[in-house]
């Protein structure tokens, strides 16, 4: 048995890119369709097999230490078709196996489908249940997928004879070689309908609308894609489906808006009761809140209900609600009112207007809040 670089003609240390090129050439000079001579076939079988052992860094290990089997020791030796040289040099053509020596099937995966759902910001909150209507397609029920008409059966391909492919001969670089194309006649299936099911025009499937039932859960945003394998499209001829996605879109909130896992919401107050504080109740999103206003509570104070927020989409540890407070000036005040207001003034001698130091004012506030949040 020749030693397999000896074979390939390359050195031991070799370079896998180099003992590739060695093939390749080698290969192009002895393969069969090309040389036709006995002693050409010897040869391309021992430079197949000493390049699928070469090129394979383990069995190259094994080898260099003194272990191989002379054939098969590594997996199929011998004659490679020609599309396992075409594979070879330039990887496998076509996705999906649509090329090669096999027919190819008529079942393919679906593809996938997406919906979008429109949800509320309370929906948010602690997550929602939806049933959604998909326009999809379905297994066709005439056939159940399998394309033709009921007691009906694909028959084996005349022109190919079932393989899928014919073989043509062409003109290459290698000289004149024989190569396979996929048979026109069947679309390289192998088998023609006679009987394409009427129902679904031959394809396996048919639109519809189904009923998905769908658990959105707590936390989700504007643009995230919830998947559900298997719930698209069925494939053709009772392929398997495609993944369903839904995009979730939260609508604007007339009063909550939301920070992260916060909620924000803004508190009008009358200039009494932020003078005098008081309690109140608010509706939040999940129900009723009571409040307690301080005396004396300042516009831009923010007030914070702990775990009224959001439940985030990863954890349990809902967010806070934060209430923001907004002091309403009275506006219009009858002859009393004012003479009330003015009294009071005198009496606290209030001072003018001045700016307030940057860190004690409203913005440096909001910068603090946003900061925090
Ligand atoms: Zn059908
Ligand atoms: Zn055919």
């Known amino acids: 048995m020749a030693d397999h670089y000896e074979v390939l003609g390359v050195s031991r240390d070799a370079s896998p890119d180099e003992i590739k090129k060695a093939y390749r050439r080698l290969a192009r000079e002895l393969h069969p ?14 430079v197949t097999h000493a390049y699928d052992v070469l090129s394979d860094p383990d069995q190259r290990a094994r080898y260099d230490m003194g272990g191989d089997s002379p054939f098969g020791g590594g997996g199929a030796a011998g004659f490679g078709s020609f599309g396992d040289i075409f594979e070879t040099f330039f990887g496998a053509a076509g996705g999906g196996g649509s090329r090669g020596p096999r027919p190819r099937s008529r079942r393919e995966r679906g593809q996938d489908a997406l919906v979008r759902v429109t949800l509320d910001l309370g929906d948010v909150v602690f997550g929602v249940h939806r049933d959604i209507e ?11 997928g399998s394309c033709c008409q009921p007691n009906t059966q694909p028959v084996t391909c005349d022109i190919c004879h079932g393989s899928g492919h014919v073989q043509q ?8 070689v024989v190569t396979n194309a996929p048979c026109r006649v069947c679309q390289g ?13 031959g394809q396996g499937r048919v639109r519809a609308r189904r009923n998905v039932s769908l658990d ?8 995230l894609r919830l998947q559900l394998p298997g719930s698209g499209e069925v494939g053709q001829a009772g392929g398997p489906n495609g993944d369903l996605y839904i995009e979730v879109s939260v609508k604007d909130h007339e009063t909550f808006s939301r920070e992260g896992d916060d909620l924000l919401a803004t508190l009008e107050v009358s200039m009494p009761d932020a003078v005098l504080g008081t309690t109140t109740t608010i509706d939040s ?28 989409l ?14 309403v000036t009275p506006t219009r005040l009858d002859h009393k009112e004012r003479a009330l207001i003015e009294d009071f003034a005198k009496r606290t001698k209030a001072p003018a207007p001045k ?17 925090n949040g």
Do not use: M, W
């Open 216 to 223: 959105i859960p707590a936390g989700v945003e504007t643009g």
């Open 134 to 144: 998909v326009d999809t397609a379905v297994l066709c029920e005439t056939c159940d």
């Open 169 to 176: 001969q062409v003109r290459s670089l290698l000289g004149n």
């Open 33 to 46: 369709d090309v040389n036709p001579g006995d002693d050409a076939a010897e040869r391309f079988k021992s």
């Open 189 to 201: 299936y192998g088998t023609t309908i006679p009987y394409p099911c009427a129902t679904c025009q």
């Open 355 to 371: 700016l307030a130091e940057f860190h004690q004012g409203l913005f440096a506030r909001l910068r603090d809040r946003l900061r």
């Open 285 to 312: 999103l999940d129900g009723t809140v009571d409040l307690e206003i301080r005396p004396g509570v300042q516009a831009g104070d923010v007030l914070t209900i702990k775990g009224r927020g959001i439940t985030p």
């Open 314 to 327: 990863r954890g349990s540890q809902r967010g806070d609600l934060r209430v923001g407070v907004h002091v």
